[in-house]
């Protein structure tokens, strides 16, 4: 019954791309316990509402209804007041005539026509505890006849006060019947006017009803009691006994009851339906109340674990953030070393360069007719081309540029690089060059300092002397130039590093060489492959694409 | 033949060397001083520093002839546009330092020849 509008609108976006996210809370949980209490809270107050709105409902409806029969039992005091007096008129016509019964019998007459009573008579006692009638007229009434037992209690109450009495409803012939008397005062013995009437089912007509009770229900009973037997008169199927209200009235010296029931509401039709629109109303607003409610705590549920969700992403972001920032300023001062190692590795060239023609025309001078000289002049062209290398690797790794191709001899570039890094004592130099070999495209200063980095690898992995065999063949238009030597060998778990930067399993050196080989050898179009035999040495081999030209026309 | 190169150690030691080999050496400490060499006098190959404080090396290449000796560029450093505008401007070829002196020896005499 809870609508449930978080349903069609909730998104968890993004939820699931972060793997250690809570996951999104349900959405169909149980309705809350806050809101059916209030629901079952509101129902409730609005049940009791109408409870007791049903309950002012009743004691104005039972109020007005006994209002009514108030104004109804002044009615049928109305007709008693009549009743009196057309009695009083024959009382009075009987004293001022000295009971001439023709003058009673207008009066009576008169009072018969007025409907007032069905027969009228002068009654006097007769000394043995009865009654005679003195004279009648209208039916029922035959002068000199008994009158029952009833009616003779009747007469008997009947005091100087000049009130009438009634008698109670009494049977004669099958024929219900009811009486009125009133005493003739300062007679002797007792006189009294006898009115009569009998009782039909319907002893008087609808629209006399109408008039006694407009428009309830109800009955008349003579004395103060209900009781079927002294039913006087009563509206169609109005259920003796089980009136609503009870109201005794006077009529004459006696106590008459009258018994009332509404046959529709008496309240207006809007107040009448008051409880049932308090109930409704008080289920409407508990259902929306306790609803609103609902959804607020879905709302605020999946507020909060929405915030939680972005607080997670934004703490995710900003590490990545702090990351990316650590790895910039990172890359920063990396190009910044860049820039500087550039900067002092040209500056470099032109010291070592010219350090190196030094050297070159010291020995022309000297000679090498001395062993010492020429020892000296063998370290100073060592270390020279050891700075050289160094300073050409930085600035291609800091500033890689494009070779330019040229067809280069591979015997001269090898003679070449042997000179520049003439090999320590202890180790043997091989060179195995195949005959007619066609030249390699290469850049021819970046393919030296490739092989010089090869070529220094090689003695540095061979401390203690060995040999190094420098073998070039041509292989499908390639040339492949291997620098092997009979060092320890490379590690199982070095090989694939080999070619990364600033790694080296030697205890000198930056690390750069085989890197920048590689990355040199790549820029060719040809390869670089280191290869371990165990522990008994290891092998470098590049191939590159060979020159279609003859090698006579190459510089 | 003509040496150009702002730095002394290697306008001299080169110089040195190629004289040493019996070849008739002048020397010019910038682009400026190379073109008044060159307006003098004919050279059989130039060798020249491609950075210069003032013009460098490519310019000056550019202004010489016709018809123009064989001009050997040398650089220390050169980036990828450095080297496609010598090679333009119709360098015999670019050496990059340290130049070893047989390598230097070894291109001279293969300009001379060409």
């Known amino acids: 019954m809870m609508p449930d509008s978080l349903d069609s609108t909730t998104d968890f976006g993004g939820g699931a791309a972060a793997p250690d996210a809570s996951p999104p ?19 409730a107050g609005g049940g009791g509402i109408a409870l007791s709105s049903r309950r002012v409902v009743k004691d104005q409806e039972k109020r007005l209804l ?11 005091n109305l007709s008693g007041a009549r009743l009196q007096e057309a009695l009083h008129t024959g009382s009075t016509v009987v004293t001022l005539t000295h009971d001439d019964a023709g003058a009673f019998a207008s009066t009576a007459q008169a009072a018969v026509a007025s409907r007032l009573v069905g027969a009228m008579a002068v009654v006097q006692d007769d000394g043995q505890g009865g009654y005679r009638v003195l004279h009648s007229q209208g039916p029922g009434l035959a002068p000199d006849g008994p009158l029952p037992e009833p009616v003779v209690a009747a007469l008997a109450r009947a005091g100087s006060d000049g009130q009438f009495v009634s008698t109670p409803v009494f049977v004669v012939d099958g024929q219900r019947r009811l009486g009125y008397a009133v005493l003739i005062p300062g007679l002797t013995p007792r006189t009294l006017i006898y009115g009569q009437s009998a009782l039909t089912q319907s002893t008087t007509s609808p629209s006399r009803q109408n008039q006694l009770f407009s428009d309830l229900d109800g009955a008349v009973y003579a004395g103060s009691r209900v009781d079927p037997a002294q039913l006087v008169l009563s509206t169609p199927r109005f259920p003796i006994g089980k009136g609503q209200v009870r109201t005794p009235f ?3 010296a006696d106590t008459w009851l009258l018994e009332l029931s509404a046959n529709h509401p008496l309240v207006s039709t809007l107040a009448a339906r008051q409880p049932w629109l ?44 702090d990351a990316a920032q650590q790895q910039l300023v990172h890359q920063e001062r990396l190009a910044a070393i860049g820039q500087l190692a550039s900067a002092v590795g040209h500056e470099l060239r032109n010291p070592l360069g010219v350090l190196g023609n030094v050297f070159y025309l010291l020995r022309g001078r000297l000679g090498s007719d001395d062993p010492w000289v020429e020892r000296q002049l063998a370290t100073g062209e060592r270390e020279v081309g050891a700075a050289t290398l160094i300073v050409s690797d930085l600035l291609e790794f800091s500033r890689p540029r494009q070779p330019v191709m040229e067809d280069v001899d591979v015997a001269a570039i090898v003679d070449e690089v042997l000179a520049v890094a003439p090999p320590p004592s202890g180790i043997e130099v091989a060179r195995r060059l195949a005959p007619d070999l066609p030249p390699m495209r290469a850049d021819r200063s970046q393919l030296r300092q490739v092989l010089l980095n090869l070529v220094s ?15 070039a063949d041509q292989v499908d238009g390639c040339v492949d130039l291997t620098v092997a030597d009979t060092g320890g060998g ?10 990364e930067p600033f790694f080296t399993t030697k205890a000198k050196g930056i690390g750069l060489g085989l890197s920048v080989a590689h990355r040199i050898v790549e820029a060719h179009g040809g390869s670089l492959e280191a290869r371990s035999r165990g522990g008994t040495g290891a092998s470098f081999t590049v191939t590159l694409p060979s020159a279609a030209v003859p090698a006579a026309t190459i510089q | 033949m003509l ?15 190629l004289s040493g080999m019996g070849y008739d050496v002048t020397t010019a400490i910038d682009g400026d001083d190379a073109l008044t060499q060159l307006r003098k006098e004919t050279y059989s190959v130039v060798l020249m520093d491609i950075r210069m404080p003032g013009r460098d090396g490519i310019s000056i290449l550019r202004e010489i002839g016709p018809p123009p000796p064989p001009v050997v560029l040398m650089t220390a450093y050169a980036g990828d546009d450095e080297l496609r505008a010598a090679a333009e401007a119709g360098s015999y070829t670019v050496l990059h330092k340290p130049v070893p002196a047989g390598r230097l020896l070894d291109v001279v005499a293969r300009a001379i020849a060409a």
Request: hydrophobic share 50%; glycine share 8%.
């Open chain 2, 3 to 17: 040496v150009v190169d702002d730095e002394l150690g290697m306008r001299e030691t080169v110089a040195d060397i």
């Open chain 1, 25 to 43: 809370p349900r959405r169909r949980g149980p309705v809350r316990l806050l809101s059916a209490g209030l629901f079952l809270l509101l129902a």
């Open chain 1, 457 to 471: 690898n090689a003695y540095d992995a061979m401390p203690e002397g060995g040999l190094m065999v420098v073998e």
């Open chain 1, 250 to 252: 006077k009529l004459g």
């Open chain 1, 66 to 76: 006994q209002q009514r029969s108030t104004e109804v039992g002044a009615l049928f």
């Open chain 1, 278 to 321: 308090y109930l409704i109303g008080g289920l409407l607003a508990a259902i929306l109340v306790a609803a609103l409610v609902e959804v607020l705590l879905r709302r605020r549920q999946f507020a909060l674990a929405l915030v939680e969700e972005r607080t997670g992403q934004l703490r995710r972001s900003l590490a990545d953030l």
């Open chain 1, 490 to 499: 490379i590690a199982d778990d070095a090989l694939p590093r080999l070619f």
